[in-house]
């Protein structure tokens, strides 16, 4: 099958474990982001599928041809991948079009000239092509990078924090024309981000990359709506959590029952709420609630509230964070009730111990759980 | 998913992977220059007469106490001067700024043992300035009057710190250049003003560079014997040519020197450790032009005035006193051989400065392809040529190609019957060898400080599209620390020029250098008759510089798209 494929990648740095049996498959033709926190080991992973580290064990495969295991070690040059710096890492003393047509090795120079054009094209840079990178934007230098790295044909891309320095609104835009130009070249492309918005926004599928290894892996839809482990859907930002019991195939949280499948009775359990799961009504009939501050962010309004009725909750527990459409004026209403939409919540399971902190040892307990096609190839072996 | 052996550790099966030919080439080297170390340290360690014992009761402690002296004086003056010159020129603006870029790496082209000559002269109790004064006061002699006597300690410390100065002022200024000015302006924002930022943000960023200059300069005060020698002041460098040129014992001049040896290997690793705390790469991508603080009024004034002393005394005094003497000696000095001398130095030194740039440059991108241990080590320890003295140096050079020429000669006569000689011994490749040696370290530190300002992402771009580590080389890394290749030649090629004690000793018969010229003559204190060759020497050693500061000139961040400078 044609793309990356790694398999039960171990890296250590020193004594520091970074990726303990990590495993992923990026087919042609698809976008993957690998999202993690700083520190997780998601740029080690790429520097390994680039072979500018070794791999200590495991196997790495592009287009079905083993690039690294523990004894093999194809050298970057040879593994016909493009890559691209968070810094660009352009050549200073190239110009432009000197830079893109840097990697068009056995083209005659005007073949290779006729081909860096045509990239710069793509990306809108003609006008740039005998500049020096210094006299670029970010976003000039991004595009010409991006050029650079596709020009030779590679059969893998692979970007690591590609936006990072870019400003709010250059991103947007370089974002947009970035997944237009990777999708016209059908490469397979893996990207490294910490953003999680920026990976919904481009991937085809996320890769979440926690405790050193994928702990899911899915569309972006699935990865938000359907996140198989607590790690993961913490990482879409801040949620409002409770503690609760199972009891009677169901939760009781402040809000209101949820519906808690396949988890046994009385068992403790966590349960995460989106602040977009949670719903405010005037005169309602949900729960009363009362509004402590509210922050508009354009499209949507954080709304801060306090359950008045603070009988039922758990000390620490009776502030939740909303998310509501920026229409919604809780001000001008007198009685707020607040209810929840079940989609939105994610429930699992505390261990025994109670150490909350043993993430990667717990189960995901989810009713609908998606085993991703990769995880499940990679199991197949 | 699941494998047994997940939990324990990943083995690195890369056992021989370091066997390629990078590494081979840079170890097979490096052991090849360090052979004269090598054998000057085991004839140290042989034991022989009780020469060691009769040493370290008598002149050892003097020895040590000199040198320490000798080398804190000239490392704090070649520091004070270099850095706050460099920091003038590169961050402020004042009248006259332009000149002293390139002025100030002048003195860099007179050796330490012809300003040493030079100044004696001038400030001798028979020199124009002691009979100018004693005209003037009317005093008739010496002990009427306190003349500090140019022939002591002090005056040893400030002959070399005002020729030795300008190789910690060529690597802090290209520091101070290539630094972001970013950080300096991030500095000045949080509330610290220029003079507290330069402290707090840019010495500390730029302290790799200085560390480098600042031990070039040390290594080379403990080599110098022309000035120790013409003002008597008893280093150990001294003691080593007394030991084995006056005792005529090889042995104790080599035991003295292993003592030297080990001395310079605590400086050696205390460069590198503090070198490895610190590693900085410029991964801005963004440049804009140096601050340019104007001076004004005093502070206008005492610029210029720093920056025009170590010009003044370091060259322009006993150059014109050196030209004085070429006119008035003229006919004495001119001779038929004169420009033959001249051919062979600029021959051998552009021999060792081609070699030493081309190894350099070998070495140091082995280290950065192939982060191996035992080729940092073997680096490392070849790069100690520099620190030992060129006397004991050439004693190593001597034992081990004679060693060699005899276990040519033997084989060959065993094997094939005939008898080869000395191939290697009083040859021109002995004397380049000895350069090699001794200037490689010049060469593989400039050329390693440059290397290791371009990112590693450099060499990731360029790998990921297709091209192998040599092409990597050749088209990214070259380019970009073109300058730092340039002033690595430079450096080895006047640095060579200059070189006398090795000259002396490891040279064919009758054969000689500007150098060994100036030597023969000045010792005998026949300054007159060696004024041209030695103008020759100093004349050499400015054209590199003028090269060089044109080259500091046009390459500035953001004025070109010559990123690196040193």
Not at chain 2, 303 to 330: D, E, K, S, W
Not at chain 2, 368 to 384: H, P, Q, T, Y
């Amino acid at each position: 099958m044609k793309g990356l494929h790694i398999y039960g990648a171990c890296h250590s740095h020193g004594n520091q474990q970074v990726l303990n049996n990590a495993s992923l498959l990026v087919p042609a033709g698809e976008l993957a982001c690998l999202l993690g926190p700083s520190g997780c080991g998601k740029t080690t992973l790429l520097r390994l599928a680039a072979g500018l580290e070794r791999l200590q064990k495991g196997k790495i495969l592009i287009d079905d041809t083993v690039v690294a295991d523990s004894e093999l070690h194809v050298p970057t040059e040879q593994r016909g991948i493009g890559l691209m710096f968070q810094d660009y890492a352009l050549f200073p003393h190239l110009t432009v079009i000197e830079n893109v047509t840097f990697g068009l090795r056995g083209l005659s120079s005007a073949k290779a000239r006729q081909r860096g054009m045509e990239m710069l094209v793509q990306v809108g840079m003609t006008a740039d092509a005998s500049k020096h990178p210094h006299m670029l934007s970010g976003g000039q230098q991004q595009r010409v990078a991006l050029a650079r790295a596709l020009a030779p044909d590679p059969k893998l891309l692979l970007l690591d924090e590609p936006f990072s320095g870019l400003d709010t609104n250059m991103r947007e835009q370089i974002r947009e024309e970035t997944l237009r130009v990777l999708k016209s070249s059908g490469v397979a492309t893996m990207m490294v981000t910490h953003d999680p918005e920026e990976a919904m926004y481009m991937a085809d599928r996320i890769k979440i990359l926690g405790n050193g290894q994928i702990l899911q892996s899915g569309r972006p839809h699935d990865i938000y709506f359907h996140p198989q482990h607590r790690f993961v859907a913490k990482m879409f930002g801040l949620m409002n959590r409770f503690e609760c019991v199972v009891d009677g195939g169901s939760v009781e949280i402040p809000l209101g029952p949820v519906q808690a499948q396949g988890l046994e009775e009385g068992r403790r359990v966590e349960v995460l709420v989106r602040p977009e799961g949670v719903t405010l009504e005037s005169n309602g009939g949900g729960v009363p609630v009362e509004i402590q501050s509210t922050h508009l962010l354009g499209h949507d309004n954080i709304v801060r509230v306090r359950l008045t009725d603070e009988a039922q909750c758990q000390p620490g527990q009776s502030e939740l964070y909303v998310r509501v459409h920026h229409a919604f004026e809780p001000e001008l209403s007198k009685r707020i009730t607040a209810g929840v939409d079940p989609d939105y919540v994610f429930i699992y399971a505390i261990d025994e111990e109670g150490a909350a902190g043993a993430e990667a040892a717990c189960r995901p307990s989810h009713a609908k759980m998606l085993l991703s096609k990769s995880i499940r190839a990679v199991a197949g072996r | 998913m699941q494998t047994t052996a997940d939990s324990a550790p990943p083995a690195r099966a890369e056992y021989w992977s370091w066997v390629n030919g990078w590494t081979i080439g840079a170890v097979l080297i490096a052991a090849t220059v360090t052979v004269p170390i090598v054998t000057v340290i085991l004839i140290g360690l042989t034991p022989s007469d009780d020469v060691w014992s009769h040493l370290a009761s008598t002149v050892l402690p003097l020895y040590i106490g000199t040198t320490l002296q000798l080398m804190i004086g000239v490392g704090l003056g070649t520091l004070t001067i270099g850095v706050a010159t460099a920091w003038l020129v590169s961050m402020c603006r004042f009248p006259g700024r332009r000149i002293f870029e390139w002025a100030l790496l002048l003195p860099m082209a007179m050796p330490a043992y012809v300003i040493a000559y030079l100044y004696t002269d001038i400030l001798e109790f028979a020199g124009p300035i002691q009979v100018l004064l004693r005209e003037l006061f009317g005093w008739t002699s010496k002990r009427e009057y306190w003349f500090p006597e140019i022939r002591s300690l002090g005056g040893a410390i400030s002959m070399m710190t005002l020729v030795l100065y300008p190789y910690v002022y060529l690597l802090s200024r290209a520091a101070f250049m290539e630094q972001s000015v970013c950080v300096l302006e991030a500095s000045r924002v949080l509330g610290r003003g220029p003079w507290r930022s330069f402290f707090s943000v840019a010495l500390p960023l730029s302290r790799p560079a200085i560390v480098i200059g600042v031990s070039l300069v040390l290594m080379e005060t403990l080599n110098d014997f022309g000035t120790v020698d013409f003002f008597a002041v008893s280093t150990f460098t001294l003691g080593i040519y007394d030991v084995w040129l006056n005792m005529n014992n090889v042995a104790g001049a080599a035991q003295l020197a292993s003592v030297l040896l080990f001395f310079v290997f605590f400086l050696v690793m205390a460069e590198r450790f503090a070198r490895r705390k610190m590693r900085f790469h410029n991964a801005s991508a963004k440049y804009s032009a140096l601050p340019g603080y104007k001076l004004e009024g005093t502070k206008r004034c005492l610029a210029i005035i720093c920056c025009a002393l170590p010009v003044v005394f370091g060259f322009v005094l006993p150059a014109g006193v050196l030209v004085g003497y070429a006119i008035v000696n003229f006919e004495a000095a001119t001779s038929a051989e004169l420009l033959r001398h001249a051919r062979n130095s600029v021959m051998l030194s552009g021999l060792a400065a081609a070699l030493a740039v081309a190894i350099g440059i070998f070495m140091a991108y082995g280290v950065r392809l192939r982060n191996e241990r035992i080729l940092k080590f073997m680096v490392r320890f070849a790069s100690m040529g520099y620190a030992v003295p060129g006397s004991v140096l050439a004693v190593g050079v001597l034992v081990s190609l004679g060693a060699l020429d005899n276990g040519i000669d033997g084989f060959m006569r065993g094997n094939f019957g005939f008898s080869t000689g000395l191939l290697f011994s009083g040859t021109i490749a002995a004397v380049t060898f000895g350069y090699l040696v001794r200037f490689l370290a010049l060469s593989f530190g400039t050329i390693e400080a440059s290397l290791g300002k371009i990112t590693p992402h450099m060499d990731g771009a360029a790998r990921s599209l297709g091209h192998g580590p040599v092409s990597t080389l050749r088209r990214i890394h070259l380019p970009l620390m073109r300058g730092g290749v340039l002033a690595a030649a430079i450096l080895v090629f006047v640095d060579s020029m200059k070189e006398l004690p090795m000259t002396v000793i490891l040279r064919p018969f009758n054969f000689h250098t500007l150098a060994t010229y100036v030597h023969q003559f000045a010792s005998d204190e026949q300054l007159g008759e060696a004024s041209l060759a030695a103008l020759a020497i100093v004349g050499f050693g400015i054209l590199p510089v003028i090269v060089l500061s044109f080259a500091i000139a046009r390459a500035r961040p953001g004025f070109s798209n010559e990123v690196q400078v040193l």
